[in-house]
């Protein structure tokens, strides 16, 4: 179909789609496998289960590599599907997810008492929470990543916030 | 600071302190063992009803909904029934999955309901009761088998209702009568009507629905509807339960 936009001038046409190519695997772990290890660090709180994660992430990609366009947000789905996985399955995870424990790590108290209390979020509300603050990324766009309607996107933040803002007074 | 903040600075700070790799390999739990120390966990829970069972969330949403709700942003459905009593008959036709409560390698935590009067077998010695008023006292043991349907089917205006809480609203599940084939649902906020729903396995039995409402409504009014949209029943939930209903 063609789009008519000036008079005489076709704009908007095409019938082959070209799909931009994307970056060689090795660049990408090259480039973002140190942030993306950040990343699964903060929804796992272990720097062994965030490697591992990550490690699965790019093994998960490898073969289909060429048919991911954007292997970026991929990766990170993966992780975050990874974490929510792993944590579930967790049974120490499973009998004190509730409780908060404050231990040091940032060497600032505030800091601390509020991390222990991201840890202790459900799965899914700490990976919006994580996406929304540290990786920057707007809801639509949380909701795009990791397949999910943007209302219960919007709904998890919520009641996230609504947690943090009741134990954090 | 505000909580953005807060929070913003929180995990940045958390990720630039992220400690260094462990320098040896750590032995790990198979996952096998780890689903069996699960599995010895759920087992006394599940003896108590059907909240929980030896069976886990592989997927959500579920793969065979028959119903989908939203309650601001909260997903919800009814599918086939999955737990079976001791006589292996479905405890209820069809279950409530809550998708804020099942989440994928979960067990399973969903509600149903069930049409009819529960049968139940008991197998013991009934003395006298010591209290005054008399009557009987039965120890011994019961199983739970199968619903008699048959008073309630005489009775299309009979139905069971049941609902769980979730963060600001209430989501109902109820079941009917085969000739129900909609609700309607009036609360101060307005009103809605629900088509009913049967199993695959049996189109032609008791029907059911779910609903969502706000929790602080101070009026359910529920009206069972027919095919041809005439009333046969129904009540207000947010009262205490009278009679049959």
């Known amino acids: ?169 | 600071m505000t909580l953005d903040e807060r929070l913003r600075r929180t995990l940045h700070a958390v990720a630039e302190a992220m400690p260094e790799a462990a320098p040896a390999p750590v032995a790990r739990r198979s996952r096998k063992r780890v689903a069996l120390l699960l599995g010895a966990l759920v087992v006394p829970l599940a003896a108590g009803g059907y909240v929980l069972g030896a069976e886990y969330v592989n997927q959500m949403p579920p793969k065979n909904p028959l119903m989908a709700g939203d309650a601001h942003g909260e997903r919800y459905w009814l599918v086939p029934g999955r737990v079976a009593d001791d006589c292996g008959v479905k405890v209820s036709a069809v279950e409530l999955v809550v998708e804020e409560w099942n989440t994928v390698g979960d067990e399973w935590n969903t509600s149903g309901s069930s049409y009819g009067d529960r049968i139940v077998n008991w197998v013991g010695t009934p003395t006298a009761s010591p209290l005054p008023g008399g009557g009987e006292v039965r120890s011994g043991m019961s199983t739970s088998c199968g619903v008699d349907e048959t008073a309630w089917l005489a009775d299309p205006a009979r139905f069971e209702s049941g609902h769980v809480k979730l963060d600001g609203d209430r989501i109902y599940h109820v079941a009917v009568h085969p000739t129900v084939r909609s609700i309607r649902v009036t609360t101060p906020g307005g009103t809605e009507t629900v088509a009913t729903i049967t199993p695959p396995d049996r189109p032609d039995g008791p029907r059911y629905a779910a609903f969502d409402v706000p929790e602080s409504s101070a009026v359910i009014q529920l009206t069972l509807l027919d095919a041809a949209g005439r009333e046969v029943g129904g009540r207000d939930l947010a009262k205490p339960r009278t009679g049959k209903n």
């Open chain 1, 1 to 169: 179909m063609q789009r008519r936009g000036v008079p005489g001038r076709l704009w908007g046409v095409t019938d082959v789609h070209t799909p931009p190519r994307a970056a060689p695997a090795e660049d990408v772990y090259r480039d973002h496998r140190d942030g993306l290890v950040r990343l699964a660090y903060l929804l796992t709180g272990s720097r062994e289960q965030a490697e591992d994660l990550v490690q699965q992430a790019f093994a998960g990609a490898w073969d289909r590599w060429q048919a991911i366009d954007q292997p970026l947000p991929y990766l990170k789905r993966a992780i975050v599907n990874l974490a929510a996985d792993a944590q579930r399955r967790g049974i120490r995870d499973r009998l004190f997810r509730q409780r908060a424990r404050v231990e040091p790590v940032t060497e600032v108290p505030e800091l601390d008492e509020t991390w222990a209390h991201i840890k202790a979020l459900p799965p899914r509300q700490r990976a919006v929470v994580v996406l929304h603050y540290y990786d920057d990324r707007p809801l639509n766009e949380i909701a795009e990543l990791l397949s999910r309607p943007a209302a219960t996107v919007r709904s998890d933040l919520r009641r996230a916030l609504e947690r943090l803002r009741k134990v954090l007074k």
